[in-house]
């Protein structure tokens, strides 16, 4: 089969087969198994929030009933019993059997469309939500069908108590009754949106204004499950809610929010669909209808963890990224013909290395800035031996001559400076000792390779892990840049070349295709983006590359004082720009950021972006600047 990296997760769900062959369980266990409001995630809204390509439809599908089925019928599959106890940590499944009767139902552009019909707002969302009910009871008849296990007559609607004497309206609870109930509804409302002119409002289909709320009278699905009848809770996943109507994806909410309902909701939303402020995620911002986020409702951030730890997320990523390519790397035959379904294998981590010539320039190089420096030979020994020690202490992979050079070049430079700074006497020495004394760290080494790959093309990203850094958490984005090398990698196979990708030849395809993702950018408000980031990055470069590399690591992000980003109006273009930044992956952003005595509001370049103008991933090096910086990046100054 083609390139199964190159193509998009969503492709997948329209084959059950394949889609369970590539799906990975991670996203079950990172964002709902271990999320504090577990337990309520059936009885109360939930919304689930991430950038596209974050793995939104396929959680949703993976858990519908049909597939829960499928997995728990066939357990001899080492994948299904993977996926069977992750479906069980997130709370579908209970002593092995179904918790949960799940179907997902996409929101699709029809919805919207009844937003511009000529009637008033209470009408036009309460013909959109009953053709959503509709839709949800036919796709939970059809999932609860789908592996033949049971027919129609298997299934059994409990309804909520108090609820009875409105059972006419769904329909009854027989599965028969209730699909006949969804049909009718189904096609009535379908028929108004349908035509070239809207009927009248006394006009409109009696099937489509009669009453009508399987979700609030409904509350358990009775079924039978290896010859023994079981209860299961039943969930509805609207997914794609942000093609909605703004106002109309609210009174969506409000109508889902009653808290007599049992009906699960969830609702799978991009990040733009939210307001500047909810996605700034400012302190104060106020959720929906002013009901509160935990106890009338659950946001689930994918891409964020619950502990809000960066650390953290990037580790539980980085599983989960390596378990999916572990997953599409045997589909692809030119390296499963050769046996290369190891993505570490075909993408090393071992250090780069330079010529001797280029070695050799490094070295005359920084004798030259030494006595420029007024370095002495005995501080020189000095400074190789710390770094020596280092080195031998980290047990460093990537500890070769040129990354010790650029480590003493720096320690050098940062001495220049601490000399400078200091007071003179005229008692003292000719090389006198700094008041805080010389060390060489992570942080040195890091920024020593950052150097070196800016000033001999030594490569700087590669390896597996710095695929996945570079991906923010993204699912799409870490497919698209493993797409990319595998594509190189089969090409190599069907030459019958060596498989493993040189380091340089890795920095070379991710730069390339981070920099064809960032111009395939068309989201609103990308020009101002692409321009805000350019600039960010600029100049986060121009300070990790000074010469006693002062950050360390080098800077990726800039840091504005709290107190100024808490007076920012959200009603200001700069809110939206920052907004659509943040929901298409430009940037990412952390409020209350603790440094220096101070509260920081931190905006972070995105892998993508680094990786475009060479920066590190490694988080906490910043620039402090202002709000206004933020607006003449974006070419709002004067707009």
Not at 119 to 148: E, P, S
Not at 292 to 317: C, L, N, P, S, Y
Not at 451 to 477: K, T
Request: hydrophobic letters at 40%; proline letters at 5%; charged letters at 25%.
């Amino acid at each position: 089969m083609a390139n199964p990296f190159l193509r998009r997760a969503t492709e997948y769900v329209r084959d059950d087969a394949s889609f369970l062959s590539i799906v990975s369980p991670s996203p079950l266990t990172t964002f709902l198994a271990k999320n504090k409001h577990k337990d309520d995630m059936f009885e109360v809204p939930v919304r689930i929030i991430g950038s596209p390509g974050s793995g939104k439809t396929m959680l949703a599908t993976l858990a519908e009933f049909r597939m829960v089925e499928a997995i728990l019928k066939d357990r001899t599959n080492a994948t299904n019993r993977t996926l069977a106890a992750a479906l069980a940590e997130a709370g579908f499944l209970q002593s092995a059997i179904p918790h949960v009767a799940a179907v997902r139902v996409p929101m699709e552009s029809e919805y919207r469309e009844f937003w511009e019909l000529p009637y008033d707002n209470a009408v036009k969302t309460k013909l959109a939500f009953w053709l959503v009910q509709a839709r949800a009871m036919l796709g939970l008849i059809r999932n609860l069908t789908a592996n033949r296990t049971r027919d129609l007559d298997g299934i059994t609607f409990v309804p909520r108590a108090s609820y009875e004497a409105h059972l006419e309206q769904i329909g009854g609870l027989t599965a028969q009754g209730v699909r006949d109930r969804a049909l009718a509804v189904q096609r009535a409302i379908y028929s108004i949106g349908a035509g070239l002119r809207p009927p009248k409002l006394s006009d409109l289909p009696e099937d489509a204004t009669a009453p009508y709320a399987p979700f609030d009278a409904i509350q358990r699905i009775r079924i039978e499950w290896d010859g023994e009848p079981i209860e299961v809770t039943p969930l509805v996943m609207l997914d794609d809610v942000h093609a909605l109507h703004h106002d109309q994806l609210e009174e969506m909410f409000e109508t889902l929010s009653h808290r007599e309902m049992k009906f699960g909701r969830w609702m799978m939303m991009r990040l733009d669909a939210l307001s500047p402020g909810a996605v700034l995620r400012s302190p104060g911002a106020q959720p929906s209808h002013g009901r509160a986020q935990g106890r009338d409702f659950v946001d689930i951030r994918m891409q964020v963890v619950e502990d809000g730890k960066k650390d953290t997320a990037r580790r539980q990523f980085r599983t989960m990224a390596k378990d999916m390519a572990k997953r599409y790397l045997p589909l692809v035959e030119a390296l499963r013909n050769r046996g290369a379904t190891d993505i570490e294998r075909l993408l090393p981590s071992e250090p780069p290395t330079v010529t001797a010539a280029q070695l050799r320039s490094l070295t005359e190089k920084i004798a030259r800035e030494q006595t420029k420096q007024g370095v002495a030979a005995s501080r020189r020994q000095e400074i190789d031996a710390i770094v020596a020690d280092y080195l031998k202490r980290s047990r460093s992979y990537d500890d070769g001559p040129e990354v010790a050079l650029a480590m003493v070049r720096i320690l050098i430079h940062r001495y220049a400076v601490r000399i400078a700074r200091s007071a003179p006497s005229l008692f003292e020495d000719f090389d006198p000792e700094p008041k805080t004394p010389l060390k060489a760290d992570a942080d040195v080494a890091h920024g020593a390779r950052l150097h070196l790959y800016h000033e001999l093309g030594r490569p700087f990203h590669f390896g597996v892990d710095d695929i996945c850094d570079a991906s923010n958490e993204n699912a799409e984005i870490f497919l698209q840049f493993a797409g990319a090398l595998v594509a190189n990698i089969e090409t190599r196979a069907i030459r019958n070349e060596d498989l493993p990708l040189p380091a340089k030849t890795q920095q070379k395809v991710l730069s390339d295709k981070a920099r064809a993702i960032m111009d395939g950018w068309a989201f609103p408000h990308a020009s101002r983006v692409r321009a805000m980031v350019d600039q960010i990055a600029k100049d986060c470069l121009a300070e990790s590359l000074l010469p006693n590399a002062p950050l360390g690591a080098g800077a990726n992000a800039i840091g504005i004082l709290e107190d100024e980003m808490q007076a920012l109006s959200l009603d200001d273009e700069l809110g939206a720009v920052l907004k659509h930044a943040i929901a298409n992956g430009a940037i990412t952003i952390e409020r209350d950021y603790g440094q220096g005595g101070k509260l920081w509001t931190l905006i972070e370049l995105t892998g993508t972006v680094s990786l475009v103008h060479g920066l590190t991933y490694n988080r906490g090096g910043f620039l402090e600047r202002r709000v206004g910086y933020l607006r003449d990046a974006a070419g709002l100054a004067d707009a």
